[in-house]
């Protein structure tokens, strides 16, 4: 027995023994890590760094960010400021909030700083992009986009998207049983980029195929840099792989259309513009933007998409004032097809004869439904921010931001913080982008507000994005009523696109003519 006991003190003190070494190793690590991110600092800069945290030695403070979701920033912010320093996804970056900071960096670009994004993301998305241009590949890459958003495609496009909104929310209503709004935007906004936006022939089930596909790719989109069984990244790269195939035969059916064709869509403008400068577009080349195209609408368009019918629902007077600006400029009338009439995803039924009654200029009067959408877009704005990489030391906030490093600008802090507001940041209030208050605010609160990002890089697609959601918000309030099929709000996911964790499941109901006519309240 004694032997015994002298056997198990034994064993435990050596546990204890290995238990302090390991730990003394961690701490030694940790320890030699933090300095190796203080000297990287730029000696030639009598500024500091920002204040922070490295984290752990090559995770840095990736498995925070990813578990805290906003929780993450928000409580580095309280405890650092407006500007400190982090390591996410195996680069040290510098966190960015607050009107003035978040100015100086998107009005820095190709001066101050550059577009950078995980390196994650560019193998994922590809070097044909114009989230990986930097410079003068990047200017004629956007001056190509740009004719993909000008006011003429946007006039081609509304009428469809009408249609194809219209007959997403009368399907709600007829489905007989509690909806997951954010699964059914993300499928619809895939629909409506894939069909109306790139213009390829894809029928349902190829839709639904793809749309889980590109979603696969963007969950692994910031992924550790691992290319390695199971990882992210590789993950990642197979969902690419597959995209990439299933697209390929529906732009090679593209580039075999007549040449003299109307350009109707984004693939139409991309091709063309390409052989005016004399160059023949790669397959390569169009499947890397057109997954671009694709990314860029899909998660950011369907959260916000989200965002409105539950910021609606929690605030049914902002319903009433729609319904009384839509019955003032006589569009109070809902489509008077039954609900589960059979039809295109695109537009009514053949044999309804509802046509589409809204044109940009159209939306442009409906003042009250544009501040709603702001207002949305700025208390849950679908992505937190954008990355940049330091081109030279530069101060910031009484900082040094050095060379290399990455910053990350955080649009969800900055609307969070603006003080321009007459009524409190955290409320919904769409009366604050009243015409009244946006001129007493004047120019000065610019970057108070920056859903789309600003300055060289900001967001070609805005235009779109915010007709979208101004169409969903006409077609909901005239056709339906909505209401929760769980006994509570669901708690919203930040990281990486805002959205419920439930994905926000509700019972749609049809309106009678009645309700719809008269502009009653839900």
């Known amino acids: 027995m004694f032997l015994w006991g002298l056997s198990c003190l034994s064993v435990l003190g050596a546990a204890g023994t290995a238990l302090l070494c390991a730990g003394l190793l961690l701490s030694l690590a940790q320890h030699l890590w933090t300095l190796r991110w203080m000297l990287s600092r730029d000696r030639a800069s009598t500024l500091p760094l920002p204040k922070g945290s490295m984290g752990w030695p090559f995770f840095g403070e990736t498995l925070h960010w990813l578990v805290q979701g906003s929780r993450f920033h928000s409580s580095r912010r309280e405890r650092y400021g407006t500007v400190f320093k982090t390591h996410l996804l195996g680069r040290p970056v510098i966190r960015v909030s607050g009107a003035e900071n978040v100015r100086t960096i998107l009005l820095g670009e190709h001066r101050l700083v550059r577009s950078q994004w995980p390196q994650s993301a560019h193998i994922l998305l590809g070097s044909h992009t114009l989230l990986g241009a930097v410079g003068e590949p990047h200017r004629r890459r956007r001056k190509v986009l740009a004719r993909v958003f000008s006011r003429a495609a946007l006039e081609r496009y ?73 990882s ?56 890397e933007s057109a997954v671009e195209l694709l990314f860029a609408a899909f998660f950011t368009t369907a959260s916000a998409s ?70 949305v877009l700025r208390l849950l704005p679908p992505v937190s921010g954008g990355y940049r990489t330091a081109l030279r030391t530069f101060e910031l906030d009484g900082y040094q931001i050095p060379k290399g490093w990455n910053v990350m600008y955080s649009i969800r802090d900055t609307h969070e913080t603006a003080a321009v507001y007459r009524s409190p940041p955290e409320g919904f209030d769409p009366e604050r982008f009243g015409a009244a208050r946006e001129d007493s605010r004047g ?62 499941r509700l019972f749609f109901h049809p309106l009678t003519p009645s309700v719809a006519g008269n502009g009653l309240c839900l």
């Not at 929690?314 to 059979?342: D, W």
């Not at 044999?351 to 702001?374: F, H, M, Q």
């Open 158 to 230: 509304v009428p469809r998207l009408q249609g194809a909104l219209r007959h997403e929310v009368r399907s709600w209503c007829a489905a007989g049983g509690p909806v997951s709004v954010y699964d059914a935007s993300k499928a619809l906004t895939f629909r409506m980029a894939a069909r109306i936006l790139l213009g390829l022939r894809l029928d349902e089930a190829q839709c639904a195929t793809l749309a889980r596909t590109l979603e696969q790719l963007v969950e692994n989109l910031f992924s550790l840099p691992l290319d390695v069984p199971f």
């Open 232 to 287: 992210g990244l590789r993950k990642g790269i197979r969902a690419r792989d597959q995209l990439h195939r299933h697209l390929e035969g529906a732009i090679s059916e593209k580039l075999h259309e007549d040449k003299a064709a109307e350009l109707g869509d984004a693939l139409d403008l991309i091709i063309h513009s390409a052989r005016e400068l004399g160059h023949e577009p790669s397959m390569q080349e169009l499947k």
């Open 306 to 375: 989200t965002s409105l019918v539950l910021l609606l629902l929690q605030h049914p007077a902002a319903i009433a004032k729609i319904r009384e600006e839509l019955m003032a400029q006589g569009l109070g009338r809902a489509c008077g097809c039954a609900p589960g009439a059979a039809g295109g995803s695109e537009g009514p039924p053949p044999d309804c004869g509802c046509e589409p009654d809204l044109s940009l200029a159209g939306l442009g009067r409906l003042r009250y439904v544009d501040c709603v959408v702001k207002e």
């Open 443 to 504: 120019a000065s609160s610019r970057f108070h507000y920056i859903p789309f990002g600003g300055g060289a890089r900001s967001c070609l697609g805005q235009e779109l994005a915010q007709a979208v959601l101004q169409l969903l918000a006409v077609e909901l309030v005239r056709t339906a009523r909505w209401e929760l099929a769980t006994p509570a709000f669901p708690a919203m996911q930040t990281v990486p696109i805002v959205h419920p964790v439930d994905g926000l």
